[in-house]
């Protein structure tokens, strides 16, 4: 009964220091040279190595990537983050998605203008969630910008590449088929 309870204890024990572990921050490492950059995935394509601007004067300390959301954790990737930009915010589309630091992601619907286009040896932690992939390094982002919005870029560059009438057009279509 004594040992039951014993085991019991150390096992709550050994549960807590799990449970610490998996919420602690497990710091980037410097890919191996063949680790690349995610060449374009969830409508977005990879633009190349940026600047955080935080530190930067003329910014004001505001990031690189701000107005839409963040997330970090020890086993980003970079399809993950990308995956979770594309989802938008608050109504907004998030032009621009980014990861930094090995495990954090970026997304917003500008970029900061003070920030700048670096050489991409500049970016140089791999992902945390897979390190074959590259995720920014610190205060620099492996930026990509949205190409192709799956759920609005179709209809949308249909009516943009038609004369005005067209657009009318179908939204007259629309709501005729609406009443019918
Ligand atoms: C890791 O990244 C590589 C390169 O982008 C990719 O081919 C591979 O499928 C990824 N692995 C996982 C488990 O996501
Ligand atoms: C970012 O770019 C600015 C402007 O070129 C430069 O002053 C700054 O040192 C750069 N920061 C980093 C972290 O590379
Ligand atoms: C890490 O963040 C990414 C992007 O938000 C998300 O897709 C993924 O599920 C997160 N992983 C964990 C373990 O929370
Ligand atoms: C980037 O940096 C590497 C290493 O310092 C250098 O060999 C290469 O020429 C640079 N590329 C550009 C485009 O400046
Ligand atoms: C991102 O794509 C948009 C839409 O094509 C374009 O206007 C913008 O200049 C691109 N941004 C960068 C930094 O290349």
């Not at 709550?12 to 374009?40: F, K, R």
């Not at 970026?106 to 203008?113: E, G, M």
């Amino acid at each position: 009964m004594f040992s039951r309870a014993l085991n019991l204890a150390i096992f709550c024990y050994l549960a807590s220091l799990v449970s610490t572990q998996d919420t602690s921050i497990i710091y980037p490492t410097t890919a191996a040279a063949s680790a690349t950059a995610l060449p374009s995935g969830h409508g977005y394509t990879y633009i190349g190595c940026w600047n955080e601007t935080s530190d930067i004067p003329q910014a004001q300390g505001s990031r690189a990537l701000t107005g839409g959301k963040e997330s970090a954790n020890n086993t980003m990737t970079a399809s993950d983050c990308l995956a979770y930009c594309s989802q938008g915010f608050d109504g907004l589309t998030m032009q621009y998605a980014g990861l930094e630091y090995g495990r954090e992601c970026y997304c917003a619907p500008t970029l900061n203008t003070a920030s700048e286009k670096l050489n991409d040896t500049k970016c140089m932690y791999a992902c945390n969630g897979n390190a074959s992939e590259l995720c920014g390094g610190s205060l620099t982002i492996t930026l990509y910008n949205l190409t192709s919005d799956s759920k609005t870029g179709i209809a949308w560059s249909l009516v943009s590449a038609q004369p005005a009438w067209y657009g009318t057009a179908a939204i007259i279509t629309l709501v005729v088929a609406a009443i019918l």
